[in-house]
């Protein structure tokens, strides 16, 4: 059992510093991981540009995979429950909710409502144990939280992927709700779907997409390189939007693509661009949907025409990440594609604690498409 834990800690937003934190007893329900890697996100980058009011000092990192390092006399199994012990990989869903507010009493099936949720990755250093995110050699996941163990031939990377795999594979199924594809509902087997952003987690819901059996993937984006990966992560289609001058263009370029030239059964933006909202409440057919998962963040409002989104009968869906048994389906999903899909081609850039600036950096730039931080070196 280690005694200290070196982790990566934020005290004030763009500030970052190395820190020894003691490692308390492993809880009889909790397990010790000991960290492999952990991904730089978008959420990240805004913490750290000063985006997040949060309880600072904070531990960040929350898309992460390890190896059981410790466990608890209660733990046998993960969430899906497969029976773990000592040296197994796994991976962590960050999110925790408090089973007693208004949501979690009745709307337990979206538990992201939850008004008291806490998330690794996003937590004070003076919260509970104090090792609990992924940007440390060691984490504590506590009873409360899900954790999962990775397939047996399944590299340990691969695990850092459920996470943001879990936020796409959920706004794919968004689109996919109500759930009639003869009725032209959503999407279905053999429709078409546009991905606006093609980021780690648009790429990642193009996959999604592909192995649901999507007929027609487009995807939207504004960088040739990004583009021609889209391609290798299940896109059928792509459409270059420096292109085209207007916001009408390249609608029209997109609907000309679908058969009908109507445009894809459903969109989902995942650019985090205002002006891709307003453009994908008129990407999809009339009738069709709109899943919205690219603003996590605040990065400005979006021009919206109430009389369009009536016109167009046009189902409109925020996504807000994932209930814990999302990664059961990332997981499966990572199995089933990873000899096909270039997913270890996202890790662009790997760092070490001491160059974690130079990790931020990239992923703020967009030259990384998901920077990760390996606590015990690259
Ligand atoms: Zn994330
Ligand atoms: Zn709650």
Sequence with gaps: MPQKSRALVMEEPGELEVK????????????????????????????????????????????????????????????KGEPV?????????????CGECWYCNNVPTR???????????????????????????????????????LPDEMDIELGALAEPLSVATRAFERAYSPGIPDAREGIG??????????????????????????????????????????????ATHTVDLTQYDGDDDLIQAVKELTPGNVGPDAAIEAAGIPVAFSQGIELPRDGGTLVEVGHYAYSGEA????TRVV?????????????????ETSLSLLDQLKDDVPFDTLFNHKAGFDDAESAYEAQKSGEAYRAT????GV
């Design 20 to 79: 020894n934190l003691e490692v308390p007893e492993t809880g009889a329900k909790d397990i010790l991981v000991k960290v492999e890697l952990s991904g730089i996100c978008g959420s990240d980058v805004h913490m750290y540009d000063g985006g997040m009011d949060l309880d600072f000092p904070v531990l960040p990192g929350h898309e992460f995979s390890g190896v059981i390092e410790d466990l608890g006399d209660d733990v046998d199994t993960d969430a």
């Design 85 to 97: 012990s000592e040296g197994d990989k796994v991976t962590v869903v960050p999110g925790i909710v």
């Design 111 to 149: 538990p992201t409502t939850c008004k008291n949720r806490d998330v690794y990755g996003f937590l004070g250093t003076d919260y509970r144990q104090g090792v609990h995110g992924g940007f440390s050699e060691y984490m504590i996941a506590d009873g409360r939280s899900s954790f999962y163990k």
């Design 189 to 234: 087997i053999g429709k078409s779907i546009a991905v606006q952003g093609a980021g780690p987690v648009g790429l990642l819901a193009m996959s999604a997409a592909e192995a649901a059996g999507a007929g027609q993937i487009i995807a939207v984006d504004a960088i040739e390189e990004r583009l021609s990966l889209a391609q290798e992560f299940g």
């Design 303 to 306: 021009e919206v025409n109430p």
């Design 311 to 327: 016109q167009k009968d046009i189902d409109i869906r925020g996504s807000l990440a994932y209930p814990p048994n999302q990664f």
């Design 373 to 376: 931080i390996h606590p015990f």
